[in-house]
Structure formats: structure tokens, C-alpha cells
T-cell receptor, first 116, second 117 residues
Framework: EAQVTQNPRYLITVTGKKLTVTCSQN?????MSWYRQDPGLGLRQIYY???????DKGDVPEGYKVSRKEKRNFPLILESPSPNQTSLYFC???????????????FGQGTRLTVV | AQTVTQSQPEMSVQEAETVTLSCTYD???????LFWYKQPPSRQMILVIRQEAYKQQNATENRFSVNFQKAAKSFSLKISDSQLGDTAMYFC??????????????FGKGTKLSVIP
């Protein structure tokens, strides 16, 4: 089954304790991205990657890191989480239509993160 | 920068009735894609329908259809014969077809739809 898999789905952590949310896709998509969803704000892009070893900042990158060592995996790293990073996080991947054009995003199940 | 506006934070509809969710966007691009995503209480983001800007014909997927007005930069979603399972948050999203490796899927803030039995 074609899918994007995120883990964990729920996470409660304390301020300052490093954590990683994993994301893996089995659709051979070049493009992967991370979003956070907050009430009244919709989804905002954190980071994206257009291919292995190619990553770039989205709209809200502060406090986050990513890496893309393999095509299928795109982990999100919070080096020192803070309470304002409490949110619902989504990983997504997108197929390419060539010419560097990407279309709809296929989303993982989401990760509910609480930082206390 | 592109923006997507959903002016209805919440809506409700009676089961079996028809409801229309509004979305407007702002862009200087001539070609792009528009999407509606559904997010039920399970939180999963599900693609409902997509529209390519160069296609004049409005997209349709079973009970879901869009009214795409390119000149007005409007992209509304019509749900016919509403069902209880349609209760969800609906997000409108936009992506340009500018190529050259540029990419950002921009979302509206969402419309919470409740289907009433």
C-alpha cells in the first residue's frame, strides 16, 4: 500500500529534551515536506526537501532541523523543544510532474506533540 | 507570495442537503493547481479533489464538485447529498506551476463543516 508513515503518533516531552519524529514514504517521491497545524492558522510549512541531501526552509523553520540522507526518509528533529512547539505535525510527500513541478501532497497520519 | 483565504470558519448542513464552501486565492501565476483536502476527526489529511488552472472544466469526484472561476480567483467546493461522514475540517490549498524547482503548497485556515442528522 502506498503511504507516508510517521512515528510516533503521540508524544509528550519536556522542554529541552531532544526528539526526532520519523517520516518514511514508499512511493519513490522526490519531494517531501513537514507542516505544523495549529488552531486558526491552518497548515504551515516547516521544511521541505526536493531530493536527497537537498533541503530548504519553509515558512516556520525556527527551532527545527531536518535531514534527507535517503530518498524515502525525512526525519524532523527538535534539538531543544519548547512549549510553543506544541502542535500537530504532518509529513507529506509529492510526486513530480517534471521540470521541478510537484503536485498534490500525500500526508502521513500526523504526530500530536506536547511539550511541557 | 500566494495567499489562500477561506472566509467561513464554520458551517453546518442538514444530512442529504447541499453545501458550498468558499475559497479565494491570490497569485500572479497563470498556471497552477488547486486542491481541497478533508480532515476528519481522525486527523488524517485526505485529498478530496484537484483542479488544474489551465483546464476550464470544473473537476468532479462523485458527490464533490468545484466551481472554479479563474478570473475571480475563486475555487469553491460543493458537497451534494451531504452525509454524516462528511463532517470534517476542509482545507483549500494552492500550488503554482512555476517549475524551476520552486514549490510551496499554501493552505487556507480551514472551514469546519458539521453535518446534522
Amino acid at each position: 500500500e502506498a503511504q507516508v508513515t510517521q512515528n510516533p503518533r503521540y508524544l509528550i516531552t519536556v522542554t529541552g529534551k531532544k526528539l526526532t519524529v520519523t517520516c518514511s514514504q514508499n512511493m519513490n517521491h522526490e519531494y517531501m515536506s513537514w507542516y505544523r497545524q495549529d488552531p486558526g492558522l491552518g497548515l504551515r510549512q516547516i521544511y521541505y526537501s526536493m531530493n536527497v541531501e537537498v533541503t530548504d526552509k519553509g515558512d516556520v523553520p525556527e527551532g527545527y532541523k531536518v535531514s534527507r540522507k535517503e530518498k524515502r526518509n525525512f526525519p524532523l528533529i527538535l534539538e531543544s523543544p519548547s512549549p510553543n512547539q506544541t502542535s500537530l505535525y504532518f509529513c507529506a510527500s509529492s510526486p513530480s510532474r517534471g521540470r521541478g513541478v510537484y503536485t498534490e501532497a500525500f500526508f502521513g497520519q500526523g504526530t500530536r506533540l506536547t511539550v511541557v | 507570495a500566494q495567499t489562500v483565504t477561506q472566509s467561513q470558519p464554520e458551517m453546518s448542513v442538514q444530512e442529504a442537503e447541499t453545501v458550498t464552501l468558499s475559497c479565494t486565492y491570490d497569485t500572479s501565476e497563470s498556471n497552477y493547481y488547486l486542491f481541497w483536502y478533508k480532515q476528519p476527526p481522525s486527523r488524517q489529511m485526505i485529498l478530496v479533489i484537484r483542479q488544474e488552472a489551465y483546464k476550464q472544466q470544473n473537476a468532479t469526484e462523485n458527490r464533490f464538485s468545484v466551481n472554479f472561476q479563474k478570473a475571480a480567483k475563486s475555487f469553491s467546493l460543493k458537497i451534494s447529498d451531504s452525509q454524516l461522514g462528511d463532517t470534517a475540517m476542509y482545507f483549500c490549498a494552492f500550488i503554482s506551476d512555476s517549475g524551476a524547482g520552486s514549490y510551496q503548497l499554501t493552505f487556507g485556515k480551514g472551514t469546519k463543516l458539521s453535518v446534522i442528522p
